[in-house]
């Protein structure tokens, strides 16, 4: 059985969705930037799934966290 996912994992997701950045989503949530990435990184190692495309300094959702968000937003 998978762990339940904790609301920091969930806040931090969304805020580096939000602002296309761990080191911006640290500062918004107040954490360090390790923590955000170690949140997310727990995350995606937890359902073993990529929720985030990583390219050098640009951060953003794969079509899956896309999918998910879109089945969230409707219900």
Do not use: H, W
């Amino acid at each position: 059985m998978k762990s339940k996912i904790s609301l920091k994992q969930l806040q931090a997701l969304k805020a580096v969705t939000r602002l296309g950045s761990f080191t911006l989503a640290a500062k918004d949530l107040s954490v360090s930037q390790p923590t955000v990435s170690n949140l997310v990184v727990s995350l995606e190692q937890q359902y073993q799934c990529r929720l985030l495309d990583r390219s050098g300094t640009t951060v953003t959702p794969t079509p899956l966290l896309n999918t998910i968000r879109t089945a969230t937003r409707s219900t």
